[in-house]
């Protein structure tokens, strides 16, 4: 994932690294908050956009333990704030 310092503040940008710590982090934050009953299977796809810390636009995979549902999430991190669920809603292709 590149860091702030390689972005244009503002320009969205295409996450190459799906399965980093952070990325992990962030999509299970989306899940727990936007569902009662689902776990993280995998980021499908996202992008981050550089504001006062970060927005991320995520794709994701997730199960109840019964079927697979995909999930579009828009994700707030702002400095010194605790992170924000903007959007989450069924991603419906």
Same mark, same amino acid.
């Given at each position: 994932?590149?860091?702030?310092?390689? +972005?244009?503040i #503002?320009?969205?940008?295409?996450?190459? $690294?799906?399965?980093?710590?952070?990325?992990?982090? !962030?999509?299970i934050?989306?899940i @727990?908050? #936007?569902t009662? $009953?689902?776990?993280?299977?995998? !980021?499908l796809? #996202? +992008?981050?956009q550089v504001? $006062?810390g970060f927005?991320?636009?995520?794709v994701l995979?997730?199960?109840?333990?019964?079927?697979?549902k995909?999930?579009?999430?828009i994700?707030? +991190? @702002? !400095? #010194?704030?605790?992170?924000?669920?903007?959007?989450?809603?069924?991603?419906?292709?």
């Open positions: 994932m590149a860091t702030p310092s390689t +972005q244009i #503002g320009g969205w940008h295409v996450i190459k $690294d799906l399965s980093s710590p952070t990325l992990t982090e !962030v999509a934050f989306a @727990e908050k #936007g009662t $009953d689902s776990k993280l299977e995998k !980021v796809h #996202g +992008q981050n504001i $006062d927005q991320y636009l995520l995979s997730a199960t109840n333990g019964k079927e697979s995909k999930y579009l999430a994700v707030l +991190q @702002e !400095v #010194g704030k605790e992170s924000e669920l903007i959007f989450f809603a069924p991603y419906l292709t």
